[in-house]
């Protein structure tokens, strides 16, 4: 089930999402500050590849939650927004409902990446 759920998954979208997370994260790249934004860019695409079959462990210190706090003010509430409005659709359809949980993963890590 996991390999027919990734399976679609790319073709209906994942494989998009995970170029642009990737050129998002070679941008974030290129400047010194950025670099730490930008694995975290490379993580979401590792992520959006395949999401099905995965789990996200969430963690982290104080540094990760003040990381995580800007990443949410300058994109990570964009993007979850994002994710929950295509789960939201993806689960109109009773066909949908597992790739909407999977947007609804993808979301809560959109929002908060540092330490998961």
Do not use: D, E, H
Request: charged content about 5%.
């Amino acid at each position: 089930m996991r390999l027919l759920g990734n399976i679609l998954w790319l073709i209906l979208g994942g494989l998009l999402l995970a170029i642009g997370w990737a050129v998002i994260g070679l941008i974030l790249c290129v400047t010194i500050i950025g670099i730490p934004f930008g694995v975290q860019a490379f993580k979401m695409a590792g992520l959006t590849l395949t999401p099905f079959g995965k789990t996200v462990v969430y963690g982290g210190g104080m540094g990760s939650a003040l990381i995580n706090i800007v990443w949410v003010v300058l994109a990570g509430i964009w993007m979850a927004i994002g994710y929950v409005g295509a789960g939201l659709l993806n689960c109109i359809t009773i066909i949908g409902i597992p790739f909407g949980i999977q947007s609804f993963k993808m979301a809560k890590l959109a929002l908060w990446p540092f330490g998961s």
